[in-house]
Nanobody, 121 residues
């Protein structure tokens, strides 16, 4: 079994910052891409940022220049530094990863439970 656990959500005023963290645990042989998605009320889940095992990153246009994704391959963690937050960033943020299981040697797409970020105006 592989689990992703997010932390770091909360309430912040517009213009403020938050740092989300996600830790993977379980029977992990290798983690490839790691991503952050978000889902606002009444909207579809969208990709916010992604990072490959080698460190290449991509961002949604709406967060470029404000958010930074990073990872630690040794610790199986991924972070999302969010600066200059706006009310429209309010959403549940989900961690997602492509994981090769060390027990089944199957490739799994794993999701965290989500963490709520609320940005007040």
């Amino acid at each position: 079994q592989v689990q992703l656990v997010e932390s770091g959500g909360g309430l912040v005023q517009a213009g403020g910052s938050l740092r989300l963290s996600c830790a993977a645990s379980g029977t992990i042989a290798r983690i490839d891409g790691m991503n952050w998605y978000r889902q606002a009320p009444g909207k579809q889940r969208e990709l916010v940022a992604g990072i490959t095992r080698g460190g290449s990153t991509n961002y949604a246009d709406s967060v470029k220049g404000r958010f930074t994704i990073s990872r630690d391959n040794a610790k199986n963690t991924v972070n999302l530094q969010m600066n200059s937050l706006k009310p429209e960033d309010t959403a549940v943020y989900y961690c997602n990863a492509g994981v090769l299981s060390s027990s089944s040697f199957r490739y799994l797409e794993v999701w965290g439970q989500g963490t709520l970020v609320t940005v007040s105006s």
